[in-house]
């Protein structure tokens, strides 16, 4: 089903890709069927998130004979949210938006059934919810399970744990998620803020299609950061506990000191005195740190800059 440029667009599949381009055309394969079993007049819209390979190049060459499909590259590689952020800012479906990654470890087969459980529902999202993940290390498993059960205990948003940003949304939802400014972006957080019903569609995770992880460790602590400092202030309470916890060890071991000096015999050293230095100054400056994370948030969001920039986007609904 090709969809012309005066029809209303119904369904806006929104797919960022980094360095994709061995997995393109088995991803545009899939996702089209899942879409054509919706019967629903629909786009797909891919997003390159500065890309060093070629994929760029590949969806221009699909682009030239699709008229369902609408390229996106930005500048540079911004990041997963902000590559996701930018797409949802161009879809153009009235109703439905349907979020997943290039990887195809999400299937697209499940939005027939995650729009079937949604219409029946009346629900506002539908997030797919991992029963099993393959292709997928322990130390992976462990950490996001750790990540997920920290980020329950330390936010008064309900996160649903082992999710990803794989979900089908409604229009009304994604028009409350554009009107949020943030740069520290964690998405499946701010859907979840949003609020209106929300419910789950349990699957067996793939691994992935072509191609390597995009989420190295280093990607993971950044996202698990914005998350707790975009929907906790939990660290701050926790820090300023910490910190009178110590300070009363501290005014403890000093009257200690006191009582030993004038009533016992005391040792000459400084083992004791060192090893209670270390300590309070390593507390000192993990509060800090606290403290100075959540400052450069407010540095960052202060300066005011454009989330993202746009290199190039073509779309034959123009």
């Known amino acids: 089903m090709n969809t012309e440029s005066n029809e209303t667009i119904d369904l806006s599949v929104v797919i960022p890709c980094y360095n994709e381009e061995c997995g393109i055309s088995e991803l545009l394969r899939r996702v089209k069927l899942a879409c054509q079993n919706t ?28 008229s369902t499909l609408s390229i996106l590259r930005l500048s540079r590689n911004h990041g997963h949210q902000l590559a996701l952020t930018a797409g949802l800012s161009k879809a153009r479906s ?8 290039a990887d195809l470890q999400d299937p697209p087969e499940l939005l027939s059934p995650m729009l079937q459980l949604m219409q029946n529902e009346g629900a506002d999202v539908v997030y797919g919810q991992r029963k099993h993940r393959a292709g997928e290390s322990h130390f992976k498993l462990i950490t996001a399970s750790l990540f997920y059960r920290t980020l329950r205990f330390l936010t008064s948003v309900n996160i649903p744990a082992d999710t ?8 009304r939802v994604l028009d409350v998620f554009l009107d949020m400014p943030e740069h520290a972006r964690f998405i499946r957080g701010m859907i ?17 299609f072509a191609g390597t992880t995009k989420y190295p460790l280093s990607k993971m602590l950044k996202l698990a950061f914005d998350a707790i400092t975009s929907f906790s202030i939990k660290p701050l309470q926790i820090s300023i506990i910490a910190g009178g916890l110590f300070a ?13 000096y004038f009533f016992f015999h005391t040792v000459k050293g400084w083992t004791s005195l ?12 993990i509060i800090l740190g606290v403290i100075g994370e959540y400052i450069g948030r407010i540095y960052l969001e202060s300066q005011r800059r454009p989330l993202f920039m746009i290199a190039d986007y073509k779309s034959s609904h123009d």
């Open 248 to 260: 009363f060890l501290g005014i403890c071991g000093f009257i200690y000191s006191l009582i030993s």
């Open 274 to 285: 060192v090893s209670m230095f270390s300590i309070m100054s390593s507390v000192q400056f």
């Open 192 to 208: 979840s803020w949003i609020g209106f019903k929300q419910i789950p569609i349990l699957y067996d995770r793939d691994p992935r």
């Open 39 to 66: 019967n629903l007049h629909y786009e797909i819209l891919l997003i390159d998130d500065g890309s060093s390979d070629s994929t760029w190049e590949k969806l221009n060459q699909y682009y030239q004979d699709d």
């Open 94 to 101: 009235k109703k439905y938006i349907f979020v997943m990654d």
């Open 164 to 171: 990803g940003d794989f979900r089908l949304m409604t229009r």
